[in-house]
């Protein structure tokens, strides 16, 4: 159980281009949705947290109109990068939890997604 | 400022046992996680201490102190699928998730 599915794995596109990756539970309903970004050999940095049907809140230094995301259901959220330039290359993780982070209850990852801008 | 310290790197041998330590200074204390990162990969769940002890599920326990801000990762009979990064992980007292930098763990034949 606790199946987080994150599309795509993988992007390489243009300078400029807008990328949109999609996080879904698939056996759970995820109260609470998570976004990482994580550079080689280093750990994971939290983007954002959502909540389903309000706003996500980011982290401090994180560009809200630059990373958008969307926490339509409480089985999918998504994330765009606006304008993606080559410094937004990095590995894209979501994960996936079934209380506001509160209690045992851990969080569940997707697989990520490695985004390249060229 | 909080902080989570753990090894940046650990050797170990197949079918021995190896520690992984991780302390803390955190404003509150929610429970504590460990979990495992291959190469590429997203992390996956190992274990939760929110209680002092020693918390076994089969070849893995993890061990807390609340008191001494330390927690440990124990794994025994090593395989070589074992080999990975071990991230530490901190809910603070405001139920924030404060991620460690991660141990990678190489098992060596």
């Known amino acids: 159980g606790a199946v987080v599915s994150q599309h795509p794995s993988w992007v390489i596109c243009k300078s400029g281009t807008s990328v949109k990756i999609e996080c879904r539970s698939l056996?759970?309903?995820?109260?609470?949705m998570f976004w990482y970004r994580q550079f080689p050999k280093q750990s994971l940095m939290l983007m954002a947290t959502?909540?389903?049907?309000?706003?996500?809140?980011?982290e401090q230094g994180v560009e809200k109109d630059k990373f958008l995301i969307n926490h339509a259901s409480l089985t999918l959220s998504t994330l765009t990068v606006t304008s993606a330039h080559p410094e937004d290359s990095s590995f894209y993780i979501c994960s996936a939890s079934t209380t506001k982070g509160t209690g045992n209850q851990p969080q569940h990852f997707g697989d990520g997604t490695r985004l390249s801008i060229l | 400022g909080q902080n989570i310290d753990q090894p940046t790197e650990m050797t170990a041998t197949e079918g021995a046992i190896v520690q992984i330590n991780c302390t803390y200074q955190?404003?509150?204390?929610?429970?504590l996680f460990w979990y495992q990162q291959h190469a590429g990969e997203a992390p996956t769940f190992l274990s939760y201490n929110v209680l002092d002890g020693l918390e076994e599920k089969g070849r893995f326990s993890s061990f807390l102190s609340r008191s001494k801000g330390y927690s440990y990762l124990l794994l025994k009979e090593l395989q070589m699928k074992d080999s990975a990064s071990y991230l530490c992980?901190?809910?603070?007292?405001?139920?924030?998730?404060?991620w460690g930098a991660g141990t990678k763990l190489i098992i060596k034949p």
């Open positions: 955190t404003s509150g204390f929610n429970g």
């Open positions: 959502s909540n389903e049907g309000s706003k996500a809140t980011y």
């Open positions: 056996d759970f309903q995820a109260t609470t």
């Open positions: 992980a901190v809910r603070d007292g405001n139920y924030q998730l404060i």
